[in-house]
């Protein structure tokens, strides 16, 4: 809304005042008018038409440009890229956390405990650990 504003504002009053204003100027002085028609003919097609033109046209780019910027960009791209990292930290840190470190930690303990050695810990470690924890919980977060 913002820039939106801000640039309609300004191409409007580009458009509508210094570049009609000074059309005006150059036309009606070149072509003998005095102080009184210039300002006439400014007011009327300067103001008047300038200020549709710059309004119009100010509202458009204004829209437009608020719009892409707005909405296009900051809405739709940040938020996705904001929310694709946000998800894949998240998702990756917390599947590494879980499917790893504490299902690792758990299967290790409990393989070794109940008399296992490092083959059947190895083999139960890859087989519930990764595939299952790891692997599920990281694509599930």
Do not use: E, M, R
């Not at 640039?7 to 458009?15: A, I, N, P, Q």
């Amino acid at each position: 809304w913002l820039i939106s504003w801000l640039v309609g504002w300004l191409v409007g009053w580009l458009v509508g005042w210094l570049v009609v204003n000074c059309l005006i100027f150059c036309l009606v002085w070149w072509f003998g008018g005095g102080w009184l028609a210039y300002w006439v003919v400014n007011f009327l097609v300067g103001w008047l038409v300038g200020w549709l033109v710059g309004w119009l046209v100010g509202w458009l780019v204004g829209w437009l440009v608020g719009w892409l910027v707005g909405w296009l960009v900051v809405g739709w791209v940040l938020t996705w890229l904001i929310s694709w990292l946000v998800g894949w930290l998240v998702g990756w840190l917390v599947g590494w956390l879980v499917g790893w470190l504490v299902v690792n930690c758990l299967i290790f303990c409990l393989v070794w405990w109940f008399g296992g050695g490092w083959l059947a810990y190895w083999v139960v470690n890859f087989l519930v650990g990764w595939l299952v924890f790891g692997q599920l919980i990281n694509f599930l977060v």
